[in-house]
């Protein structure tokens, strides 16, 4: 289903979360903040992880071949030009905390953060290199980014579609596509492709609700659709897919990750641990999310 | 082709009794062609007196290939002399700048505009051809061909390779050894390093065995420490990199503003008695330094 253009050019001026936004502020005014600090608060944020990797992957640059991580675009293009790259984005403004929407940010960050973690982590267990584990964790952080530019630009048709997912227990992204016209996964997936994102993120994104026919197709894919899903199982949000019956996948699910969601979540390393700190900047000045 | 040094400094121009035999005239140097066509590296405020001499010369066309726009980059440019006459045509090659949204051409204008100088850029009678180069651009230029890459620097800046007839120069522009921002112990160490070996690679790739690398050396070791993030290298970065590009000789320069004659002619002193038996030649580039590279 086509995205309108008018919604892709809106895209340019979508603004981050608050809680980055004050951040970015802080330790970009701040002359003895440290450089990792700053690349933390921005490859947390999905709004700023996806505007710094446009800039980088624009066709002014002319890359041999894409960039898909911040710390990558950092080497590429500068510390200071993503400072000043995040600077220009935080003076755009915050998303709002009560948005019309009645979109949860908390509940779309936790999520998003948890699918980065996951995905990041089923990469190991596909034995893909270390360097490019990276890219998994940008995928589950980048493959909702439709719902908030629908909660920023559609935000009475998104109050609707949502409340209807609630109501009715349907999945989000078909109520989406019937009363938006479109729905996040493709939304997402045709913003990355507009920004010459590499394709097997954007098809990653785009078929996050449909598993492929194998895991080695496009792993990156492979590992967003299972993230997606456990994510789903451990943190229960609402906007998160609901119950998906694990009778219904397809048999590679199992046969790459393990027996069933639970024994892969338990089965994997330091997940805690890795959860903790990745959502750690959710709960600092919490009351600012 | 030859290559001749019209500021060497960086930072700011400097002029004084300290600096009266290196310079202190900021960045511009200038390649002549085998067919004697005109090739600019930056317009720092050397690029004045350089502007002086083509306006007398046969010459009426030049190409002026900008690293980056800092003000030691750029300053000279209202003050070349070639821009202002109906007769000249001069082509600017240079990056779009990300956090501007600005290319050359629009960046370049506004250090032109009311409150700094009394002409406006749209004023300037010359033809001039304004290029935003992407990376790995190639250019052909006469009978010259312009490569870049983009180095470290607190803004975009490209380093140039220009080739003619068999023969190379590379410029760096400001580059600074890229720096790991993760502790050894942190997480991302490994892969940061990776990006970095990489980057530093790429770089030496384009400048791989060019007869003349010309590289920022603002610093010495125990500056950098204090200055890390400041987007220069310094003299045994510099030569680490040429070494790694294999590059035949190699010109220290973008001299820091309060380096004195004396301290350059004891660094060169240092640098010669510590040369390895198989490193290029090394000189410290010096307003009026000429190299013909045959």
């Given at each position: ?9 809106l ?9 980055s936004?004050?951040?970015v502020?802080a ?12 690349v ?15 800039v ?7 890359l041999?071949?894409?960039?898909v991580?911040?710390?990558h675009?950092?080497?590429y ?9 995040a ?5 755009i403004?915050s ?8 979109f949860?940010?908390?509940d ?20 893909v ?6 890219n ?8 909702d ?8 630009f559609?935000?009475?048709?998104f109050q609707?579609?949502?409340?209807e ?9 078909e109520?989406?596509?019937r009363?938006?016209g479109s ?7 045709v ?33 967003l ?8 199982r ?5 906007n998160?897919p ?18 069933d969601?639970?024994?892969?979540i338990?089965s994997?390393?330091?997940l ?8 750690s ?9 | ?26 960045t ?50 209202p003050?070349f002399v ?10 600017f090659?240079?990056a779009f700048d990300p956090v501007?949204q ?6 370049l204008?506004q250090?032109?505009?009311y409150c700094?100088?009394?002409i406006?850029a749209?004023?300037?009678k010359?033809?001039?051809?304004y290029h ?21 620097h ?13 023969k190379?120069?590379?410029f ?5 050894p890229?720096?790991?921002?993760y502790d ?17 690679g ?5 400048a ?8 920022d ?10 200055k890390r ?5 310094t ?14 000789k190699?010109v ?10 004396d301290?350059?002619?004891r ?12 490193d ?15």
């Amino acid at each position: 289903m086509a995205v309108s253009s008018e919604l892709l050019e809106l895209c340019d001026r979508m603004p981050a979360f608050p809680a980055s936004v004050q951040r970015v502020i802080a330790l970009t005014s701040d002359i003895n903040s440290s450089p990792k600090q700053l690349v933390k608060v921005i490859d947390h944020d999905p709004v700023l992880t996806i505007k710094i990797l446009k800039v980088a992957n624009s066709a002014y640059f002319g890359l041999s071949r894409p960039i898909v991580s911040i710390n990558h675009a950092v080497v590429y293009l500068g510390l200071n030009t993503v400072k000043h790259v995040a600077l220009a984005i935080a003076a755009i403004g915050s998303l709002p905390r009560n948005n019309e929407a009645g979109f949860d940010m908390d509940d779309y960050l936790l999520h998003s953060l948890t699918s980065a973690v996951l995905a990041r982590s089923l990469a190991h267990k596909m034995s893909v290199p270390e360097a490019e584990a990276a890219n998994y964790f940008v995928a589950g952080l980048l493959h909702d980014i439709g719902q908030v530019v629908f909660a920023q630009f559609k935000p009475k048709a998104f109050q609707e579609t949502l409340n209807e997912a609630k109501n009715s227990g349907q999945p989000l992204h078909e109520i989406e596509r019937r009363i938006l016209g479109s729905d996040h996964a493709e939304l997402g997936a045709v913003l990355c492709e507009k920004w010459s994102f590499p394709e097997p993120l954007v098809a990653a994104i785009r078929m996050h609700h449909t598993p492929g026919i194998r895991a080695s197709g496009n792993p990156l894919r492979s590992c967003l659709f299972v993230g997606n899903l456990l994510a789903a199982r451990i943190s229960q949000p609402v906007n998160a897919p609901t119950a998906f019956d694990e009778n219904i996948l397809p048999p590679w699910v199992f046969r790459t990750f393990g027996n069933d969601f639970d024994s892969i979540i338990e089965s994997m390393v330091g997940l805690q641990t890795d959860l903790k700190q990745a959502t750690s900047l959710l709960s600092v000045g919490g009351g600012s999310l | 082709m030859k290559v001749r040094f019209w500021g060497v400094r960086g930072s700011i121009a400097s002029p004084g009794p300290s600096t009266v035999r290196y310079g202190g005239n900021t960045t511009c140097i200038e390649l002549t062609t085998d067919a004697g066509h005109t090739i600019i590296f930056d317009a720092g405020t050397g690029i004045r007196p350089l502007g002086l001499k083509l306006l007398a010369a046969e010459q009426k066309k030049c190409a002026v290939c900008i690293s980056h726009t800092h003000w030691d980059h750029i300053q000279g440019l209202p003050f070349f002399v070639p821009l202002f006459s109906a007769d000249r045509e001069v082509h600017f090659y240079g990056a779009f700048d990300p956090v501007y949204q600005k290319d050359l051409e629009s960046i370049l204008a506004q250090q032109m505009e009311y409150c700094y100088f009394p002409i406006r850029a749209l004023e300037l009678k010359a033809k001039l051809h304004y290029h935003t180069l992407h990376e790995g651009a190639r250019i052909e230029f006469e009978d010259a061909v312009i490569t870049n890459v983009m180095m470290n620097h607190p803004v975009l800046t490209y380093g140039y390779r220009v080739d003619c007839n068999g023969k190379s120069v590379f410029f760096s522009g400001d580059h600074e050894p890229p720096h790991n921002i993760y502790d050894s112990d942190d997480t991302f160490y490994g892969e940061y390093d990776q990006l970095i070996q990489d980057k530093v690679g790429r770089i030496c790739e384009v400048a791989n065995e060019v007869d003349l690398f010309i590289i920022d050396a603002q610093y010495t070791e125990p500056e950098l420490l204090q200055k890390r993030g400041w987007g220069h290298g310094t003299f045994s970065s510099a030569l680490a990199m040429a070494r790694r590009a294999k590059a035949k000789k190699v010109v220290f320069t973008h001299h820091d503003p309060s380096r004195t004659d004396d301290q350059l002619d004891r660094i060169g002193a240092k640098l010669q008695a510590q040369r390895r038996s198989n490193d290029p030649p090394m000189l410290i580039a010096a307003e009026g330094l000429e190299i013909d590279l045959g």
